[in-house]
């Protein structure tokens, strides 16, 4: 399959964990990578290989990806952390496919 | 660090278009270079690849016949040439680095 699936919504309280999933059954083969975009702007890389934070991006996000679901975690959720989370995966053997999840609302009520 | 976008604009069905992306201050020519593109609304939807030197190429399926992908490694340049357009190309494209640097996006306008 050349799909990955995300819960369209997450919401959680400020200071609470906030978990968004996603499922394919491309990544126990692939990394999964994660996106956070912000309204107005273009994404930003938020995790890469799976579990590695990318450069500013602050300790309490972590990935994991265990068979066939990757997880972003936001520890101490906060308000600047809404937006939209993308995860996104590549299938580069012969059939070479690069896909993007659904995306995620997160909401910090 | 940056990459700029420019080409978008309104076509018509069937017609043609070409984008561009410029970067700077990175190292273009040892990264895979890709375009993303989000309908209005929408999702996150790649669209198309190229290897740091050109050699390979890959697309989605939608575009595939219709949309082309290049480099110029001198030039520190990125193009789509889009032909055929349709309805469903409308949408903001994105010039990516290896998912490090995005651009801001150009908007193509798909209708009569």
């Known amino acids: 399959s050349n799909e990955l699936t995300q819960p369209p919504s997450v919401s959680v309280s400020p200071g609470q964990t906030a978990r968004i999933t996603c499922s394919g059954d491309a990544l126990p083969k692939r990394y999964a990578y994660w996106f956070r975009q912000k309204s107005g702007q273009a994404p930003v890389m938020v995790i890469y290989?799976?579990?590695k934070r990318a450069p500013g991006i602050p300790e309490r996000f972590s990935g994991s990806n265990s068979g066939t679901m990757a997880t972003l975690t936001i520890t101490g959720t906060q308000a600047d952390d809404e937006g939209d989370y993308y995860c996104y995966s590549a299938d580069t053997s012969d059939d070479y496919r690069e896909m993007f999840g659904g995306g995620t609302r997160l909401t910090v009520l | 660090v940056q990459m700029v976008e420019s080409g978008g604009g309104l076509v018509q069905p069937g017609g043609s278009l070409r984008l561009s992306c410029a970067a700077s201050g990175f190292s273009f020519s040892t990264y895979w270079m890709t375009w993303v593109r989000q309908a209005p609304g929408k999702g996150l939807e790649w669209v198309a690849s190229?290897?740091?030197?050109?050699?390979?190429?890959h697309f989605v399926d939608s575009v595939k016949g219709r949309f082309s992908i290049s480099r110029d490694n001198a030039e520190r340049s990125l193009h789509l040439q889009m032909n055929n357009v349709r309805a469903d190309d409308t949408a903001v494209y994105y010039c990516v680095a290896g998912g490090w640097v995005w651009g801001r996006g150009t908007l193509v306008t798909v209708s009569s």
């Open positions: 290989e799976d579990s």
């Open positions: 190229i290897k740091e030197d050109g050699s390979e190429r």
